[in-house]
């Protein structure tokens, strides 16, 4: 397998954007992933190619960012901010929610595949904490309670 | 507080926001005055023109360090003979724990920064600009998107600006993640997408800086100061403010309090009114304790000293900084030494590991931290933090993070001694209900 028409397509957009092909390395994962969910070695291996980079190289970079996943993740991203303003307000109840609602803890992803569960640092929502992201949304201040009805929304 | 001008203009960072709390696109920016900063700029002045009148404002960076701006602009190099392609990055990477004024700024008032950046880029006869976005930021990313896609619109970015010569593009750069890239020069190898570790200085970042061109790296906030000063003058930014450090600033406040949130004011408003006034107080049945002042990496202050005024100068005399400007509260029902242990497990989580002091030092603080914490702290353990605040200090790492750490926890071990020592000689948390506290896991102490 190598990289889909649309891939090809999205990355050579924004290849205008660096000055070489290797610059916009963390990009193209970020756009390879959000198609495919998570960057397997052959994901790495097809960039690599496009890339003229190697799978190591594009690695370093991959296992330092907290937001390019080498591992299966499920079909939602769920966030929980653990930084001090949102610990101060409550983060405690509302992790235990959400793993008490999913069933898995930290790090881990339903069965169904349907949500991944990770500590974030500080989501920039500190005046509405405790504060979670599911995919691209922002939710807070959540009370334990809603968690429910916000998950229930993510098919 | 000053009187409000009828025209807005005493809020010039604020002053195109909507009411309805959606962001002012390019009509409501219009109406408000925008680009008028970047129209007299390239009408009327000259690149360095523009750089003095950021000098002379005193303009010190709104991203935490407070940085002369003006200064900072004036190293970049001008001229035929300059390297190019020159680069301004705005720094977006609002991962600072208890910092949340930038997506304020860039989701309500995206054009001020976008004009920001494009003057700053004349001043410095840049080429292109980067906005370097934290990842999770999707909504003020789309406000951004929308921004750009406007500005290119109606020609104030792109091919020969406003009929003037000048030309310059704006491309934004959505993180992969990882606090550290909130480091500029960390964000320049994020941005060329190395591995983002700092990098030795020198060459400064304007000698040579994003792929080793000359680069002015500036806060969000930073840049939303730039047009009001360039249209207005820096003798008027001046007067804005209440103390000697001109114009307004952007604060927030987050904790117990009845209406957290942001809010523009003079610079040196106390932090007595933000949180009192602005933020109508604490909530009932919470006590407020102490202050976290701008972002993770400042100094607690202490209850008995908010009515410090809310400046870069008058914040060091409180042993603490201003930061970020944005006030995490600690009241009287939450413990300090809890708080402080999540700071610290946050900067040890977040080191890039490249240098030993921060790798090693940070897991250490945060393990004794923990073991006070879960009732399993020695005396002894004490002056080993207090041991750790100095190893750590300024200019004993690679870059500014592990240094940073160790401010709240300089404070937490002057403010909150008592607290410290009761955990240890308790052997539990005093602020935990007793049928939640939690027994020490095995092999929990650190050594």
């Not at chain 1, 990289?3 to 290797?22: G, K, M, T, W």
Request: negative net charge; glycine residues 10%.
């Amino acid at each position: 397998m190598s990289l889909s028409d649309d891939e090809r397509r999205e990355i050579d957009a924004a290849l205008p954007h660096y000055p070489d092909r290797r610059a916009a390395a963390a990009t193209a994962m970020r756009l390879v992933q959000r198609r495919r969910r998570w960057l397997s070695d052959e994901a790495l291996a097809d960039l690599g190619g496009y890339l003229g980079m190697s799978v190591e190289e594009l690695d370093s970079l991959a296992t330092f960012a907290n937001m390019l996943f080498r591992r299966p993740v499920g079909r939602h991203i769920v966030l929980v901010c653990d930084s001090f303003a949102c610990w101060s307000l409550g983060y405690a109840e509302l992790r235990a929610a959400i793993q008490t609602q999913l069933g898995v803890g930290l790090g881990e992803t339903t069965p169904d595949g349907r949500f991944t569960l990770l500590p974030i640092v500080c989501l920039g929502a500190c005046d509405r904490g405790p504060a979670m992201m599911v995919d691209a949304d922002l939710h807070g201040p959540v009370a334990p309670a809603a968690v429910g009805a916000i998950l229930e929304a993510y098919a | 507080m000053s009187a409000p001008d009828p025209n807005g203009w005493d809020r010039p960072l604020t002053k195109a926001m909507r009411p309805d709390g959606q962001a002012a696109f390019l009509d409501d920016y219009i109406a408000a005055g925008g680009y008028e900063g970047l129209g007299r700029a390239l009408r009327e002045l000259e690149p360095a023109a523009v750089t003095q009148a950021v000098s002379d404002s005193g303009l010190r960076g709104r991203g935490g360090a407070g940085y002369a701006t003006g200064r900072k602009w004036s190293t970049m190099p001008l001229g035929p003979d300059a390297p190019r392609p020159k680069y301004v990055v705005c720094n977006g990477d609002e991962m600072e724990p208890g910092s949340f004024k930038d997506r304020f700024l860039l989701s309500r008032n995206p054009h001020l920064v976008l004009e920001g950046m494009i003057v700053a880029g004349f001043a410095v006869q840049a080429d292109a600009g980067y906005v370097f976005l934290r990842a999770q930021y999707d909504q003020p990313l789309a406000c951004v998107e929308r921004a750009l896609a406007e500005a290119y619109e109606r020609g104030y970015l792109g091919r020969d600006i406003l009929g003037s010569g000048f030309s310059f593009d704006i491309y934004l750069h959505e993180s992969v993640g990882r606090y550290i890239c909130g480091e500029a020069s960390a964000m320049l190898n994020a941005l060329e997408s190395q591995r983002p570790n700092p990098r030795a200085r020198p060459p400064h970042m304007t000698g040579a800086g994003l792929y080793a061109r000359p680069t002015v790296v500036n806060n969000v906030e930073t840049f939303a100061a730039v047009p009001s000063i360039v249209r207005n003058g820096a003798d008027w930014w001046k007067s804005l403010s209440l103390t000697a450090e001109g114009g307004t600033k952007i604060y927030g406040v987050a904790g117990r309090v009845a209406q957290p949130g942001c809010v523009e004011l003079p610079m040196g408003t106390s932090m007595r009114e933000l949180i009192e006034v602005h933020a109508g107080g604490m909530q009932p049945g919470c006590e407020l304790r102490a202050v976290s002042p701008g972002g993770a990496s400042t100094a607690f202050v202490k209850a008995a000293d908010i009515d410090v005024a809310m400046d870069f100068g008058s914040m060091e005399k409180v042993l603490s900084r201003l930061g970020t400007g944005t006030l995490v509260l600690l009241d009287d029902k939450t413990c300090p030494v809890g708080m402080t242990l999540n700071l610290l497990r946050f900067f040890a989580q977040e080191s890039c590991g490249w240098c030993t002091p921060c790798r090693e030092g940070l897991q250490w603080s945060a393990s004794l931290l923990r073991d006070i914490e879960q009732g399993c702290g020695r005396p002894e353990d004490l002056d080993l933090l207090q041991e750790h605040v100095w190893i750590m200090g300024a200019d004993k790492a690679f870059c500014d993070l592990a240094p940073g750490a160790m401010q709240p926890l300089e404070a937490a071990l002057r403010l909150f001694r008592d607290d410290f020592v009761r955990h240890i000689e308790e052997g539990r948390c005093p602020y935990a209900p007793d049928e939640v506290q939690e027994a020490p896991p095995e092999g929990a102490t650190a050594r």
